[in-house]
């Protein structure tokens, strides 16, 4: 029962004819301002995560690893603008994504300037097109990098994700728990997780956006079904169908695992109440039908880019089948707080991190002992959610052989990436159980629980140092699993105590700061002598349709951040066979250059004769003299070269520093 205050209280306002004192008059007159005042702020649920990211914004503060030794002037010189080293894992990031983002602030476009690359724009998510620029809306927006400060621009992109992160989980779970605290708790734990941070932040692309987008279609909803304002929900249905729009868009083995998973949390309690459920069905219908036309528009303007790759033998069309993915890849994650500077024997970073898998078995010990679910929106979400991610469980840890090569999207999964979205859902099924747990947990499920939880995790930091960091030491797993155990007692001991919740979240930050640097800037992408000049020269050359090439990728960075046209670049989607061929007369290297998501690399040698090879999946190697390179492609006519060439047909102009080392300019004018 809500108790009325004296302002609405018979006698208290002077309208019934009772005298008001005049003295009393002006403070209650300025209360009620400063109250009505502070009603009129938003939420600090909308306005701390809003203002943080506004702070970080104008800041122009991201977590980009493009400060990194190869792509500075002087990697010995001053580095102020970044705290903590860079992460040389990701190449995704660092030598393309973020590169390529910068040069479209430079260019005011989002086309691919390397002739020998098909359409990419799928791929490199930097739409040119209306329905494309519409859905990946923070994309297009990099093109006004011209008039809009471009490091503001680059950190709005970087963080838009995380913001909507923690915007929509809590607004999510609050009316399935009843409080938005779980989904804060979801929302910490995801973004803090190793996988994460080894991931250079990009899973949180997939879980923001999919989060905000359930979050909104529960909203419009709701409101349909309990008729609030026609307008305020078709804004919400709105924001669904464009937020969800970009579902498929996402890194697909992530996003067949993760995004059903969380729709379902979303939709499926709409449909278990009877009243108002024909509004509910009718909302979802018209959000997921306008969300289906956004996609299929993207794909339609894409439709090169797409078949382009799916045309190419790498990643081409690509299948895989369930295996079992060992222990320490599941359950590790609670032991990689040293990853950083731990020497590896196999894999790398990005692979050996994982996610909070662990969550998972406290939530499940606790459903099997008796969990009370507040609604049956709540029972149903839980449900939903174990129903999506149980087949993903099994396809981590059973073998499928043969068969499961033709189930179709499962195919595309890998069971390793299967496997790291698996642990996110288990952070969001523990939040969803959770509040369902009694007051007081038991000493005897506690204390089963904590067991179970430290044996479990345990055996996979054993698991870690016979197989991927044997530096790993027992001292460090014995902290890492009395940590664990000390939080998970809290969790299931006092489930109402936030004491646990925020050591929680401490204890997960505390396994990943170090990951990633604090870059403010751009780096040396924009911050150096030598990238204004490339930005002077890339402007010329693409009036005059010249092209570059170097033998550096460090230089192909520096090339995409300042719109240099390039024949050494990423080929995210696929090749252009006609330029290849003009390359590859006869096509007879097809093999190897028809590959997608690929490095196009230079080394340049004496020999007439032009070589290609694969030194890795991902790297198109071309060896040869630059002088046959122009005969084939005539628009080459200036190379880059770390090292001295004396071909007939090339002319030394110029020489600059990059990643520390002396780059050597060629102009090409024929042999």
Not at 74 to 101: F, H, K, V, W
Not at 329 to 346: C, E, M, N, V
Not at 496 to 508: I, M, N
């Amino acid at each position: 029962m809500i108790t009325p205050t004296h302002a609405h209280l018979p006698g208290a306002g002077g309208e019934d004819g009772t005298t008001v004192s005049t003295e009393a008059a002006p403070a209650s007159h300025r209360a009620t301002h400063r109250r009505d005042w502070l009603r009129r702020l938003p939420s600090p649920w909308i306005g701390v995560p809003v203002l943080v990211y506004l702070l970080l914004t104008v800041c122009g503060v991201t977590m980009s690893s493009i400060g990194i030794d190869s792509l500075r002037e002087d990697p010995t010189g001053a580095t102020s603008d970044q705290l903590g080293d860079a992460t040389l894992i990701r190449t995704d990031e660092y030598l393309t994504s973020s590169p390529m983002a910068i040069g479209v602030m430079a260019t005011g476009q989002g086309e691919d300037l390397n002739p020998l690359t098909a359409p990419q724009g799928f791929t490199s998510m930097l739409p040119t097109s209306p329905v494309s620029s519409v859905v990946l809306a923070e994309n297009a927006v990099l093109r006004l990098g011209s008039v809009l400060p471009d490091q503001m621009l680059f950190a709005a992109r970087w963080w838009l994700p995380t913001l909507l992160l923690f915007l929509g989980m809590p607004a999510l779970l609050r009316p399935l728990v009843g409080s938005r605290w779980p989904g804060l708790f979801a929302a910490v734990l995801i973004a803090f997780s190793p996988a994460t941070a080894w991931w250079s932040l990009s899973p949180l692309s997939l879980w923001g956006f999919t989060v905000a987008g359930t979050a909104a279609l529960y909203r419009a909803a709701t409101g349909a079904a309990e008729r609030r304002p026609w307008w305020r929900n078709l804004l919400w249905a709105a924001a669904a169908a464009l937020l969800l729009a970009r579902t498929p868009l996402h890194y697909q083995p992530w996003a067949i695992t993760a995004a059903p998973a969380i729709l379902a949390v979303g939709i499926v309690p709409l449909l278990v109440r009877r009243e108002g459920r024909r509004a509910r069905i009718l909302t979802v219908a018209v959000v997921g039908a306008a969300s289906l036309l956004l996609a299929a528009g993207v794909f339609w303007e894409n439709r090169a880019s797409i078949a382009a790759t799916s045309a190419t033998v790498y990643p081409g069309a690509r299948s895989t089948s369930g295996h079992a993915v060992p222990m320490e890849l599941l359950f590790g994650a609670t032991s990689l707080g040293g990853l950083k500077d731990a020497p590896l024997s196999q894999l790398n970073p990005s692979e050996i991190s994982s996610s909070f898998l662990i969550a998972g078995v406290v939530a499940l010990l606790l459903l099997l002992v008796g969990v009370q679910f507040r609604s049956a929106e709540h029972r149903a979400a839980v449900w939903a959610l174990l129903v999506c991610a149980a087949p993903w469980a099994a396809w981590s840890a059973l073998s499928f052989g043969g068969i499961g090569h033709r189930i179709p999207l499962a195919n595309l999964v890998t069971p390793e990436r299967a496997a790291t979205m698996l642990g996110f859902l288990a952070v969001l099924l523990l939040a969803l159980v959770l509040p369902g747990w009694r007051e007081r947990g038991g000493w005897r499920v506690t204390t089963g629980t904590v067991i179970a939880v430290v044996l479990v995790a345990g055996y996979a930091a054993s698991r870690l140092m016979m197989s991927t960091m044997p530096a790993l030491t027992t001292r460090e797993v014995t902290l890492s699993l009395v940590v664990l155990g000390l939080l998970v007692g809290l969790l299931v001991a006092r489930p109402r105590w936030w004491v646990g919740y925020v050591a929680s979240g401490a204890a997960a930050l505390l396994l990943v700061w170090q990951v990633n640097p604090i870059l403010i800037g751009l780096g040396d992408l924009r911050g150096s002598a030598v990238a204004q000049e490339m930005l002077t020269l890339g402007e010329e050359s693409r009036a005059d349709g010249v092209l570059w090439a170097s033998n550096d990728t460090g230089v192909d960075a520096l090339f995409a951040a300042t719109g240099v046209p390039s024949l050494s670049s990423r080929q995210m989607a696929g090749p252009d066979q006609d330029a290849w061929q003009a390359l590859d007369p006869g096509g007879a290297a097809e093999g190897v250059w028809n590959r997608g998501g690929s490095f196009i690399q230079f080394a340049w040698t004496d020999d007439p004769t032009l070589s290609f090879s694969n030194p890795a999946p991902d790297r198109i190697q071309i060896s040869g003299s630059a002088c046959t390179v122009h005969d084939r492609i005539p628009e080459l006519e200036r190379v880059v070269s770390t090292t001295p060439l004396d071909a007939d047909c090339l002319t030394e102009v110029d020489t600059f520093t990059w990643g520390g080392v002396e780059q050597r300019v060629y102009e090409v004018t024929g042999a």
